[in-house]
């Protein structure tokens, strides 16, 4: 397969974790004989500081002549700090969002094993977690219409979503839950919010032509807590952009980090493929980036362009490093790998997973993997 792919390392760690998920997909193309053809441009940050314009015309053009796009992180603390700034890194991210009709994100979260005890939950709670959030991407209040009064003093963000907008991510979840353990749980606000009682509405009349999917639901105030408490309980959550945000960032800290977790924006159209952190400035060019995140990003890419076994393959070797604790020093404080090794270990592991692999433990434990 010959595939073009946009990619937009963006800023701070973006670039690091990017470079590790292309050199899997290379190995990829090594591997399986295809051929992928990358297209670099600037967002976020980055862009702002060359042309202004967190997403540039020429950015948006790329994106827009490629099928799939790879995503770093965007964000810097020049912007972030600084409440009056009239442009910031997210409005591109946000823009190019709704330009590529990117409605629903898809953040699978799984707790690995081998990783258990770094949760911050206890290890009966999460042990065997697996569970997908799809959350609706360009509606909602992140995108209503904002007011300002003219003294500063009073400020109104609308939420508003359509039968249309909901009806379309409702299809996608009921589908997954489908396939998947054949439960599906709505997240909102119906006891107070209006836009809440229209999803809950649209979501069950939906849900009559998935009669195999059992269909339950939980005020968001409620999830939350049930999140920690039983994370187990879940299988496919579906929610509103707001709602979506919040949970799945404290979903995130299920698994022991959030440089484990991948996700995809996904249209009619076009796909964007990123993890799920954010740009982490303070640990820029310092080779500490967990890059796991953006590989399963890469592989969830390519299940998306229908390269099953390629995307499997990936997430096996994505395995084998965390079995082998070759991991960065968000999961492994005490270890002596950086996010260009991991990312060399997985890389390699693509390559030779077909075949019997032989890791030498005594060179793993010294922070120099061979596979043999």
């Known amino acids: 397969m010959e595939l073009k792919i946009a990619l937009l390392p963006g800023d701070g760690i973006g670039p690091e974790v990017t470079e ?19 297209t670099e441009a600037h967002a976020g940050a980055i862009a702002i500081d060359h042309t202004g314009d967190p997403l540039p015309e020429a950015t948006l053009q790329v994106c827009k002549e490629s099928k799939v796009v790879l995503f770093g992180a965007i964000g810097d603390p020049k912007y972030d700090n600084d409440p009056s700034a009239k442009v910031r890194p997210e409005q591109g991210l946000l823009k190019l969002r709704k330009e590529l009709g990117l409605f629903t994100n898809i953040r699978p979260l799984k707790v690995y094993p ?11 709670k999460v042990a065997g977690c697996d569970f997908t959030i799809y959350r609706e991407l360009t509606g909602g209040i992140y995108f209503g219409k904002k007011t300002l009064s003219d003294d500063g003093t009073v400020a109104s963000d609308l939420c508003e979503y359509s039968e249309k907008e909901i009806g379309r991510i409702a299809h996608m979840a009921f589908k997954a839950a489908k396939a998947r353990n054949k439960k599906l749980t709505l997240i909102d606000k ?17 849900g009559e032509s998935y009669p195999e ?12 807590m049930q999140m920690i408490l039983n994370p187990k309980q879940f299988d496919v ?45 303070e640990g820029a060019g310092k080779n500490i980036a967990n890059p796991i995140a953006s590989i399963l990003s890469a592989s969830m890419l390519l299940d998306h362009v229908g390269l099953a076994e390629e995307a499997a393959t990936v997430r096996a070797a994505v395995d084998k490093a965390i079995e082998k604790n070759v991991v960065t020093p968000d999961l492994n404080p005490d270890g002596n790998y950086g996010t260009d090794q991991v990312g060399d270990f997985i890389a390699h592991s693509i390559v030779d997973i077909h075949e019997h692999i032989s890791f030498n433990d005594e060179n793993i434990e010294a922070g120099k993997s061979t596979i043999i």
């Open 237 to 281: 959550i579906l929610t509103e952009n707001m709602f979506g945000d919040i949970i799945s960032d404290e979903a995130s800290v299920i698994g022991g980090s959030i440089g484990l977790l991948a996700s995809a924006s996904v249209g009619d159209g076009h796909a964007m493929f990123e993890p799920i952190h954010g740009s982490f400035p």
């Open 213 to 224: 999917v059992a269909l339950d639901f939980l005020f968001v105030d409620n999830a939350a």
């Open 20 to 38: 590790q998920a292309v050199k899997c997909l290379h190995a990829v193309e090594e591997a399986f004989n295809h051929h992928f053809v990358f």
């Open 190 to 206: 119906a006891n107070v919010l209006e836009t809440s009682r229209l999803w809950r509405k649209v979501v069950t009349r939906i």
């Open 114 to 124: 081998s990783l258990v005890d770094r949760s911050p939950l206890r290890p009966e």
